[in-house]
């Protein structure tokens, strides 16, 4: 078969059970699933039968999604999680016990950074790199290490891994690597491809594209060789080959700790779904054009965006990104005060704490989604008090342009 494009294989080419020719998977909004005797449903709680039984364990909707992501990311399983944060937590616990340690990135999202620190509590403890380079993550490895944690495209730092080379450095030493790729979606770089091993996706933000559904992803790349010492908790799945790690997951602790999408948001990141592509492409390309026009104004700001040229991780993102560097800008107003007067005279933008949105959106990440993080961690994950973050929607660049323009002249 030829393989399709990106935005055709978007639309065609999982097969579903559609008895009836819809053209949407239609949400089968059930708790649970009768069967016709008691021999299925005991085929089905033994795993020797795949079906449904209970939608905290899987549901055809939320399936169907799950099916639509692994092909996107080629991996060979996803499990949909109610959230991010679900999918993250999932992702990760789901190989670790008391006593192991995570070697992450700099610049991740401070939802991340505050769930390491609730792991402490479990005995778990996450080192941080300073720099995002091969060699910074490796110079932390301790023989507690069992994970490697990085964001494709840092939120809000911006700061672009080498997704290959981690992963190449990580093997090296026997460790999964664990890939956020929420920023740049599946559209920009394919994690698995470039040697990640599992790939968490927040679906709430460009995957649903329309800001109305929370969930998460995350997907498997059916590669990595779980050493049953180090990763004990896998050994009794070992029987599932590679599906061990989803295998483990589904039985185990995404069905215990109730973390489950339902089936109405898989539905709308289905939909959602079909036009990620197109959505990704005009919301990279507005990105691009406003933050090389902001460098262009004379209005005392800094602008931080990998596509520009002088940006120190453009290289590798022109290089590992698909030709495009995300949708997220950020820019530093001189003060706290201006950025707020900034953010208050802009009129297309909303002030809200999302990403992904089809409509622009602005935040100040100091005062909201970072400001349970310490000083240092803030610093840490390249936020400073007058930065403003900017998810670049779908608008037309003009209006986008001079209402930023407006805004910056204004406050001067
Ligand atoms: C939003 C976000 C998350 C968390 O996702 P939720 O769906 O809000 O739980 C995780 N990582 C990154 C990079 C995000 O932007």
């Known amino acids: 078969m030829t393989e399709y494009g990106f935005n055709t294989s ?3 080419g999982v097969e579903d059970d559609n008895p009836y020719g819809a ?8 708790s649970a699933f009768r069967h016709e005797n008691a021999e299925s449903l005991e085929k089905i709680f033994t795993n020797k ?7 905290r364990i899987n549901n055809p909707t939320v399936e169907a999604f799950e099916k639509r992501i692994t092909k996107l990311e080629g991996g060979i399983g996803s499990v949909a999680c ?15 016990q008391s006593g192991d340690e995570i070697v992450a990135a700099a610049g991740l999202y401070g939802g991340t950074v505050e769930l ?8 778990i403890t996450t080192r941080y790199v300073r720099e995002n380079t091969p060699e910074a993550y490796e110079a932390l490895i301790t023989d507690r290490t069992k994970v490697i944690f990085a964001e494709t495209i840092g939120n809000p730092k911006l700061d672009v891994t080498d997704i290959a080379a981690v992963a190449e450095m990580a093997h090296t030493h026997e460790l999964p690597f664990i890939v956020d790729n929420t920023t740049a979606t599946p559209y920009l770089v394919k994690a698995i491809s470039l040697g990640a091993d599992v790939v968490v996706n927040s679906a709430s933000k460009y995957i649903n594209g329309n800001s109305d559904a929370i969930s998460g992803v995350l997907t498997y790349g059916g590669k990595f060789k779980w050493d049953a010492e180090r990763y004990p908790g896998l050994a009794p799945y070992r029987k599932y080959g590679p599906m061990a790690y989803i295998a483990k997951l589904r039985n185990a602790l995404f069905r215990n700790t109730g973390a489950c999408l339902s089936p109405q948001n898989a539905f709308l990141n289905n939909l959602g779904l079909e036009t990620l592509g197109i959505r990704m492409e005009r919301q990279c390309a507005n990105a691009l054009e406003l933050a090389k026009f902001l460098t262009g104004l004379d209005a005392g700001i800094t602008v931080n965006y990998p596509g520009l040229s002088d940006n120190p991780y453009h290289e590798l993102a022109t290089r590992q990104l698909n030709g495009r560097y995300g949708a997220i800008v950020t820019l530093r107003a001189g003060s706290k005060d201006r950025a707020f007067r900034i953010m208050n005279t802009l009129k297309i933008p909303y002030i809200l704490s999302n990403i ?3 409509k622009t959106l602005v935040i100040h990440p100091a005062s909201t989604i970072a400001v349970h993080l310490s000083e240092e961690e803030q610093v840490q994950s390249g936020v400073y008090e007058d930065l403003i973050r900017i998810s670049v929607g779908i608008e037309d660049i ?11 002249e204004g406050e001067g």
């Open 23 to 30: 053209t949407q998977v239609p949400i089968y909004q059930s």
């Open 49 to 55: 039968a795949m079906g449904f039984s209970y939608t």
């Open 356 to 358: 992904g949105d089809t």
């Open 116 to 123: 390491f620190e609730d792991l402490t509590a479990f005995g």
């Open 82 to 96: 109610a959230s991010g944060m679900a999918a993250l937590f999932n992702a990760i616990m789901n190989i670790l």
């Open 10 to 12: 978007l639309l065609h």
């Open 398 to 408: 003009e209006d986008l342009k001079q209402d930023f323009k407006h805004a910056l």
